[in-house]
């Protein structure tokens, strides 16, 4: 493996420096070991699992502003732990893969990959955090295991394309090392574990399935949009400017939460307290902790409710808003349901809400009150859907034409006539969502934020998501891909074929080398005989 195989000078004596922290290239102790090529192995698997990684992270983007608003309230910190989170992989990837191809080169520069410590320090290092991560995911977060589930997919048919075409460039290296070994047991294994990866990825596709798999005459109608909070990008959340932004989208329904104030009024708020997204401190620095609930109407309405939006951009789209725009932003309050009542009315939208806190002991004095303002307000019945479970048949004795939302999924021994659903995305599967839609139950699935997860959706034929970016999704007018299965089955043999012609040239163009070399220096070991012969006499 220590042979020179002509590269320049220079490159590979700066190749050597960065992966060995070498400047020389005497080959005088520097033949690689079997360390060595463990160690090798080792990186290997470190570039896999980092980019592993990477993809899991891609995939929680989707969900990672409930990750902001959950470590807000442990930490009273705000911050878009994303970009920490992607700035952290990416160092991880571009490393380990940077160091990759660095052994790569240098094996095919036949130089010896002796791994310096510092990099083995550092590798270990990057295996110790990744999987504090994947464990930290599991612990915290373990509904993204199905949200990666569900991107694959989306991604599937690409990511087995990437996959075929970094296996065939890897044949070179591969098959230079099986030569140069001189098909000793160690390049045999190598051989024989790359050829079982080769033929696995082959056969990939077999176990890749996709709704979008589809003829353009088989696609399900656009899921309709329902804005959570209103429009969380384009304002703060649950004020009327978010609302009113979310009618601008085309959002059908408006989906939010309810709170009761101590002295009896509806009001818009998603957290329990107020510090998130109000200047509570400022106003009430002794009660900031203090529930929402606990703060009487015309308290409420003292605070801020739009500020925060432009100190902490709890999106980037925060960044990008006009000074007009701005000037809206500050000037935003604390909404009632009366409010968020008259203005879904006056665009014939429905209104969908939780009703907050369920485990509060006069739960039922909050639904009673809640029915009763909505009666009062001038929105017709029908446009109510209902969602809170807890005394829900009251509910319907007390307001029959509101429409029942249910946050589960049906039942075998179902007694209840279930018309809509609404659920998070990762608790439907695709064949479960056209089993809803065949028995013509609506189904309305939270949170799609990314264009990727909304075309899985809309190609499965869920009847509406519930999403922060109304902005984004009201502007796709098909999914990201739509494939018809035999364009993929083409796609499919074509890429494999092309992959095993490169892959069976290299190994003949390599054994043609490795043959020449074998003779040239047998032809050298001759002469060399000869000339001592001479010498000798």
């Known amino acids: 493996m220590a042979k020179d195989g002509g590269c320049c000078h220079a490159c590979a004596t700066c190749l050597l420096c960065l992966y060995s922290c070498r400047w020389s290239r005497s080959r005088k102790g520097m033949k690689t070991s079997k360390c060595d090529c463990a160690w090798f192995f080792f990186l290997f698997c470190v570039c896999l ?31 878009d732990w994303s970009v920490v989170m992607l700035s952290g992989t990416a160092t991880l990837v571009t490393y380990s893969s940077l160091l990759l191809v660095l052994a790569l080169t240098l094996q095919l520069c036949h130089q010896p990959l002796k791994i310096h410590w510092l990099h083995k320090v550092l590798l270990v290092l990057t295996v110790l955090v990744v ?65 079982g990866i080769v033929i696995a990825l082959y056969l990939a596709p077999l176990g890749i399935d996709s709704p979008c798999f589809m003829e353009y ?37 408006l989906e939010t939460d309810v709170l009761v104030s101590a002295n009896g009024v509806p009001f818009i708020m998603h957290d329990e307290k107020l510090t998130r997204t109000t200047n509570v401190q400022e106003l009430f620095p002794t ?132 018309l809509y659903v609404n659920l998070p995305y990762q608790n439907l599967s695709s064949t479960e969502i056209r089993e809803y839609r065949r028995d013509n139950i609506s189904v309305n699935l939270y949170v799609v934020n990314a264009p990727w997860l909304f075309s899985v959706l809309w190609c499965a034929g869920t009847s509406s998501v519930t999403t922060n970016a109304c902005h984004v ?23 494999d074929c092309v992959s095993f012609l490169l892959i069976g040239w290299a190994f003949l163009l390599l054994k043609k080398w490795s043959r020449r070399k074998e003779s040239s220096g047998s032809d050298s070991d001759v002469l060399l005989t000869k000339i001592h012969s001479l010498l000798s006499e």
């Open 287 to 418: 009660r900031a902790h203090s529930n929402a609930s606990s703060f009487s109407w015309s308290e409420l309405q003292q605070l801020d409710a739009g500020s925060w939006f432009l100190q902490k951009y709890p999106f980037p789209t925060a960044r990008r808003l006009s000074s007009s725009e701005q000037a809206m932003v500050r000037a935003q309050k604390i909404l009632s349901l009366d409010q968020l009542l008259e203005e879904a009315a006056r665009h014939n939208v429905s209104v969908m809400f939780d009703l907050r806190p369920e485990e509060d002991p006069q739960y039922e004095y909050l639904v009673n009150v809640t029915v009763e303002a909505i009666l009062q307000s001038d929105i017709a019945p029908e446009l109510i859907l209902w969602l809170p479970k807890e005394f829900r048949e009251q509910v319907k004795k007390r307001a029959p034409r509101f429409q029942q939302v249910y946050g589960r999924k049906r039942m075998n021994n179902e007694t209840d006539e279930l």
């Open 49 to 79: 699992f980092t980019l592993a990684w990477l993809y899991l992270a891609l995939v929680t983007l989707n969900d990672f502003h409930l990750l902001n608003e959950f470590l807000f309230r442990k930490l009273e910190w705000w911050l």
């Open 131 to 195: 999987a504090a991560a994947f464990v930290g995911l599991e612990i915290q977060w373990a509904e993204q295991w199905e949200s990666a589930h569900i991107a694959l997919q989306a991604a599937g048919p690409f990511l087995h394309i990437g996959a075929v075409v970094g296996v065939t460039l890897l044949a070179w290296p591969v098959v230079d090392c099986f030569y140069r070994t001189s098909r000793s047991a160690l390049g045999v294994l190598l051989l024989l574990l790359y050829l």
């Open 217 to 253: 005459s088989q696609l399900p109608p656009k899921p309709a949009l329902f804005g959570h909070r209103g429009a969380p990008m384009l304002a703060p959340e649950n004020t009327l400017m978010s609302f009113q932004k979310a009618l601008n989208c085309g959002v059908r329904v």
């Open 473 to 495: 999704l009201q502007k796709m007018e098909r999914p990201l891909w739509l494939l018809p299965p035999a364009t993929y089955q083409m796609i499919w043999i074509v890429t």
